[in-house]
């Protein structure tokens, strides 16, 4: 009975940790709800850019669209999607895979040094609001 019972408790365990890796949306915020970091002249850069190449889809703030995921989603988190995921995802777009929004296409004309600025910048507002 010993047995049995650890094992449904590692049944368990596991069951809740496939549910935390497979997460099936990624509803909007507000972007009103959002903190903001203590801006910096170079998060401001991240800012412009992010704005002005990001925010279509993953929303003012990181705070997500109906066309991309909010950014302030654990599955983001630096320890998930690493910063190295964030330079590649605008250069050769990203396949759907976590959501149901499609496929993120690559960002057209992205410099690298656009991305160095955008991850500061997102990694901060995760921050901010205690995403790590
Ligand atoms: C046209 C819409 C669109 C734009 C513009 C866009 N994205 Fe995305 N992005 C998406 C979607 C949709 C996904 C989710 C794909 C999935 O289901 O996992 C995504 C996923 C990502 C991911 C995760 C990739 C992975 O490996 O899972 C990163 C990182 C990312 N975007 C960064 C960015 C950055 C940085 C920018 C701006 C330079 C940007 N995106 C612009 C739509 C977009």
Not at 34 to 39: D, F, R, S, V
């Amino acid at each position: 009975m010993r047995n049995m019972s650890s094992s449904i408790h590692q049944l368990a365990a596991v069951l809740i940790l496939s549910v935390v890796a497979v997460p099936v949306s990624a509803k909007p915020l507000d972007p009103g709800s959002i903190k903001l970091p203590k801006m910096t002249p170079e998060l401001n850069l991240g800012k412009m850019n992010y704005d002005a190449l990001c925010a279509s889809c993953h929303g003012k703030n990181t705070a997500g669209t109906d066309k991309g995921p909010t950014f302030l989603h654990k599955v983001y988190h630096p320890g998930h999607h690493g910063d190295g995921a964030f330079m590649i995802a605008p250069v050769r777009g990203a396949r759907a895979h976590h959501w149901q929004f499609g496929n993120m296409p690559p960002v057209k004309d992205i410099t690298e040094g656009q991305v160095r600025k955008i991850i500061p910048y997102i990694r901060a507002i995760q921050k901010e609001n205690g995403l790590f």
